[in-house]
């Protein structure tokens, strides 16, 4: 009897068919906590799908974003953590430079036109890919139809001069009223990215370059700063802003006209003014178009005992059926699919805008000293140019400072 159920297994087991592993395996994750935010959160079926298709079990622990960071870098570093993580694009670099993240660059490269360029770029770092683009973000411009239309202009800008007029145009002192609201310190360094790519200018080159000193850089910068110090079309609240409420907070009240954000603002604005009135765009283009990226990438621990199978995992949450599953969470695919015409009409009115332009998506410098460029050299560049120093001279002492930085690797 006990031969006939061993055949009977073993002939199931082939029925199944050769998805099946021999071994089922356990792989242990961590997401961002807004993923996995309630049991019936959208990813918790993806996995259960995932679960049925090959046999393997998923451990899900969500992490709080700000306490993720830390909390791999510690568990990491002692040889525990989870076999798969969910990565804010700003952590591979650091990660991988300390040797944490397992090298997927033969697994992705017959794959890699599945996902598009930006996303796709976040998780490589020095020549070699440790993450797959689980989803993207990026900034585009929110306009206060109202206040737009009550300037007398009849459509949103679409480059950079019209931006400048538009802002100029919406700024009323009497009324306390301004063109646009951007942040200060690091939340103002990281909307002004956009403007050097937009200008033709670099951070970081891809061979290490460090280029904020050129010109293209240095006039992107200036053409932003002189929108608040010269043309006051930005409230003094540019000088301390230093999280997006805040920076968000003038346009929600509709003292500002225009913000440049991300899709993260939308739930943002519907709560706070449920009356506003407002429309999203591409980014004004500058001698081209360009758009910082955001969002979250997955990545597998080095030396984790299940690495193939946390390579299908990755797979499934960020190939095909991540188009499906991240419309479940309004956010948007990072795969080159979800850029078609059918798929960017399938979105929300309001996303539309921000995968319409996401081929235009570039990722930061994915350099292991980024977190320290964009907090102390990125950062003081925006406080100081905003206070009248003059942009060329900022950012030739950034160029200085992060190259510094670099060569201390």
């Not at 159920?5 to 807004?34: C, E, F, K, Q, Y």
């Not at 993260?264 to 081209?288: D, Q």
């Not at 081929?359 to 100081?384: K, L, Y």
């Amino acid at each position: 009897m006990k031969m006939r159920r061993m055949r009977g297994l073993i002939a199931a087991t082939l029925l199944a068919g050769l998805s099946a592993p021999a071994l089922a395996d356990n792989i242990v994750m961590w997401v961002n906590g807004p993923l996995a935010s309630s049991p019936d959160a959208p990813i918790y079926a993806e996995l259960k799908a995932f679960e049925a298709a090959t046999g393997h079990t998923v451990e899900v622990q969500a992490v709080p974003h700000m306490e993720m960071e830390r909390n791999l870098f510690v568990a990491l570093s002692s040889g525990a953590g989870p076999d798969v993580m969910a990565l804010d694009i700003a952590w591979v670099a650091g990660l991988a430079d300390a040797g944490l993240l397992a090298d997927i660059t033969a697994q992705t490269a017959p794959i890699a036109a599945e996902y598009q360029p930006g996303p796709l770029a976040s998780g490589r770092y020095d020549q070699k890919q440790y993450a797959l683009p689980l989803y993207t973000n990026n900034v585009a411009l929110f306009v206060n139809d109202r206040m737009l239309a009550e300037a007398g202009i009849k459509k949103a800008p679409s480059n950079w001069a019209e931006f400048r007029d538009a802002a100029v145009a919406m700024t009323n002192k009497d009324k306390q009223t301004y063109g646009v609201s951007f942040g200060g310190n690091r939340m103002g360094a990281f909307q002004l990215y956009s403007f050097i790519w937009q200008n033709g200018g670099e951070i970081v080159d891809e061979a290490g370059k460090v280029r904020v000193g050129e010109p293209a850089a240095e006039e992107a910068v200036d053409f932003l700063a002189k929108l608040y110090t010269q043309s006051r079309a930005m409230p003094d609240s540019v000088l301390t802003a230093g999280n997006w409420d805040e920076v968000h907070a003038p346009f929600i009240q509709e003292r500002a006209g225009m913000v440049v954000t991300g899709d993260w603002a939308l739930a943002a604005f519907t709560k706070g003014n449920p009356n506003l009135k407002f429309s999203v765009h591409p980014l004004p283009a500058g001698v081209k178009s360009a758009t910082v990226i955001g969002g979250y990438d997955l990545a597998i621990k080095a030396g984790s005992k299940v690495e193939k199978p946390a390579f299908e995992l990755l797979r499934w949450l960020t190939g095909s059926r991540s188009i499906a599953l991240m419309q479940k969470y309004e956010r948007l695919s990072a795969t080159a699919a979800a850029t078609s015409p059918e798929a960017i009409a399938a979105l929300p009115k309001q996303l539309q805008p921000f995968m319409a332009q996401a081929s235009s998506g570039r990722a930061r410098p994915v350099v292991a000293q980024w977190t320290q460029i964009h907090s102390d050299v990125f950062a003081n560049v925006w406080d100081a140019v905003i206070r009248g120093k003059p942009a060329k001279d900022a950012m030739a002492e950034a160029n200085t400072a992060i190259t510094g930085l670099l060569e201390k690797k």
